[in-house]
């Protein structure tokens, strides 16, 4: 039966009518307002601090392979101890923060839908209205701050998922894992079976190659204008106008279409009537992802010679992995919120997930201002044992920033902005 749609309450199925109550539950008026904070779900906030946790961890580490060459980044100082920060940074972090952010994703439009029909509110047009802001801020950050902005990226597939709606529950899962798991073999195989040019790369890959030569100068050079122009031409020309546009596109969505079942499912709005089913599936999930994970990363230190069939091997097995461990990481964190010692810890992480797009933009600083060369330039040191400890300090001063504005202020000043503009009224 179709998943979240207007009749979702009143379905014949006992499981989605218990999530659609356990939905109205959390504090729904009949005006357009904001979830009260006692309202809110703390474990998908704190899930969604974790998260934002490893696109920073993720995005510090990922800068050298946008402006540094291989040669550079072995050059550097810490380049011994960098190897296995970096080999723990790519089986644990490595895609798998991103998976995590983008499921959390389509289960927010599943339950922001639900919401808002629950309140007679007209879900269509804000809902729209709230991406197409989000798509004019993404466009901004990509073209004039930060080349791995994935803002537009999920302001254009969250209009997608409008289509997606009416969808029966197994082909919401069916069509997230074939999305979320094949696009990059088609793409892969597609890049190995195209021409090639005369020094024998494929053309898109000797764009890559040239857009590295550039940025290797201009992304610790002091000239911003010049910075802006390349991001501009690089966004278009390495990236949005190819097939590697095109496939990360349907990658995010299927992982869009996911999120959206597992909240027809009810794991995350009903977790504690799951608990038995987590504290089964978490080992399993873990340990499974773990191990193909480090199958997937531990192919590259083989002295084999990568055959395509090899590659296309581990790029399946290592989507397989970001997803078993997204999964496992979640349900950790709920695991810990509902029994841990650690339980206090898991506020800090919901604080920073309640400003998740406040937060997001401040880590576009912490770029721009330390790695870049019109700020102090630290990229040439920027291993991957120097990116993990600039992560920790910069997200514990998230953390810190977030519970003190949280204590004075109902939203986080991007998320004020955005509201402002989605209902024309002071949040």
């Not at 597609?190 to 550039?214: E, F, I, K, N, S």
């Not at 401040?362 to 019109?374: C, D, K, M, P, S």
């Not at 949280?406 to 000043?413: E, V």
């Amino acid at each position: 039966m179709p998943c979240c749609t207007p009749e979702f309450a009143h379905s014949a199925d006992p499981q989605l009518r218990r999530v659609a109550r356990s939905l109205t539950m959390l504090g729904m008026t009949r005006t357009a307002q904001a979830t009260a904070p006692e309202n809110r779900l703390q474990h998908v906030d704190a899930i969604r601090g974790l998260a934002l946790f490893g696109v920073l961890l993720v995005n510090l580490y990922s800068q050298n392979e946008l402006a540094l060459t291989q040669t550079q980044v072995g050059a550097m100082a810490s380049a011994g101890v960098d190897v296995w920060f970096g080999f723990a940074i790519n089986v644990l972090w490595t895609g798998k923060a991103q998976a995590l952010f983008s499921m959390l994703f389509g289960f927010g439009f599943a339950l922001q839908m639900q919401r808002a029909e629950a309140r007679g509110a007209a879900f269509t047009s804000i809902y729209v209205r709230r991406l197409l802001i989000l798509l004019a801020l993404g466009c901004m950050h990509v073209w004039l701050f930060f080349a791995f902005d994935i803002l537009h990226v999920y302001a254009l597939m969250g209009l997608l998922l409008l289509w997606a709606r009416p969808l029966p529950t197994r082909w919401l899962l069916g069509l997230g894992l074939t999305l979320s798991l094949l696009p990059w073999l088609v793409f892969y195989a597609w890049l190995d079976g195209g021409a090639l040019t005369a020094d024998g790369d494929a053309p898109l890959v000797q764009l890559w190659d040239q857009g590295l030569v550039r940025r290797s100068v201009l992304f610790l050079g002091h000239d911003f204008p010049a910075y802006v122009h390349e991001l501009w031409h690089s966004s278009f020309s390495e990236y949005l106008a190819t097939p590697y546009g095109a496939t990360f596109f349907l990658y995010v969505f299927g992982r869009f279409l996911l999120g959206y079942w597992i909240a027809c499912t009810g794991f995350l709005a009903t977790p504690d009537q799951h608990t038995e089913r987590f504290r089964i599936e978490l080992p399993v999930m873990f340990w499974a992802g773990l191990t193909l994970a480090l199958i997937e990363e531990g192919f590259w230190y083989l002295p084999i010679d990568y055959s395509t069939r090899v590659f296309l091997f581990t790029t399946l097995i290592d989507e397989i992995a970001k997803l078993l461990l997204a999964g496992a990481y979640a349900l950790l964190l709920i695991r810990i919120m509902q029994h841990g010692s650690l339980r206090k810890f898991t506020g800090g992480l919901a604080a920073v997930g309640r400003m998740a797009l406040s937060n997001y933009l401040l880590q576009t600083l912490v770029f721009l201002f330390v790695l870049y060369g019109f700020g102090l330039g630290a990229l040439p040191i920027a291993g991957a044992s120097f990116c993990l400890a600039l992560a920790l300090v910069v997200f514990g001063l998230q953390i810190g920033v977030s519970q003190w504005w949280l204590s004075r202020f109902r939203f986080g000043p991007a998320e004020w902005v955005w509201r402002y503009l989605t209902y024309g009224h002071r949040p």
